[in-house]
């Protein structure tokens, strides 16, 4: 099967500081990784959409300033929380696809908690 | 118009069984379906993918795609109380960009023992 690999899985932080979420596909080369955060009893809301090499695609609404993310290899995309504040606590979840249009693969999931 | 629609439940079933998931999707166009379990606090794992219209079987799932219905749906047989999770289903079209995965809101299930 393929593996991706997502850490830390639990973060707290001070409010203003910033949170670094790291995105590995363990066993094989993602072509694309997505950025997902779910609220409590909510649906996954994607984020952003990452290709190696590449400035990510975000979504409507989120602010690419706030959320930094880059996609350094084809193994490696990181999400950045900057200048993060309770209203950003949310369990964010990876995840990574090998090929267009197949299946992806999910991490773990951080829940981060900003106090 | 949502782009992928899930009655959000709770569906409750007996032990042992048929569950009976559904999901329909906005663009005529999309390819790829899938569904994913999500365990409270986990995140999603793939349990079947799906490409074609007909069924999709493998081992008590069943997969079931109706493109012109722009609709498909996921069945459990024998339902076990470990079935209990919510239910994704996601959609890969081509009128999004990169390669992303639109998800449903996600079915709760409940099999009781």
């Known amino acids: 099967g393929a593996v991706v690999s997502q850490h830390p899985s639990r973060v707290i932080c001070k409010s203003g500081t910033s949170v670094k979420i790291e995105c590995r596909s363990l066993?094989?080369?993602?072509?694309?990784m997505f950025w997902y955060r779910q609220f409590p009893k909510q649906s996954l809301m994607l984020m952003a959409t990452?290709?190696?090499?590449?400035?990510?695609?975000?979504e409507q609404g989120v602010e690419k300033d706030k959320f930094l993310i880059n996609h350094a290899s084809l193994t490696l995309s990181t999400l950045t929380v900057t200048s993060a504040h309770p209203e950003d606590s949310s369990f964010y979840i990876c995840s990574a696809s090998r090929q267009i249009n197949t299946e992806a693969f999910f991490g773990q999931g951080t829940r981060l908690t900003v106090v | 118009q949502k782009e992928v629609e899930q009655n959000s439940g709770p569906l409750s079933v007996p032990e042992g069984a048929i569950a009976s998931l559904n999901c329909t999707y906005s663009?005529?166009?999309?390819?790829?379906f899938f569904w994913y379990r999500q365990y409270s606090g986990k995140s999603p794992e793939l349990i079947m993918f799906i490409y074609s219209n007909g069924d999709k079987e493998d081992g008590r799932f069943t997969a079931q795609l109706n493109k012109a219905s722009q609709y498909v749906s996921l069945l459990i047989r024998d339902s076990q109380p470990s079935d209990s999770a919510t239910y994704l289903c996601a959609v890969i079209g081509p009128s999004y960009n990169n390669n992303d995965m639109r998800f449903g809101a996600g079915t709760r299930l409940t099999v009781k023992p």
């Open positions: 066993d094989f080369q993602a072509t694309t």
């Open positions: 663009d005529r166009g999309s390819q790829s």
């Open positions: 990452s290709n190696e090499g590449s400035k990510a695609t975000y």
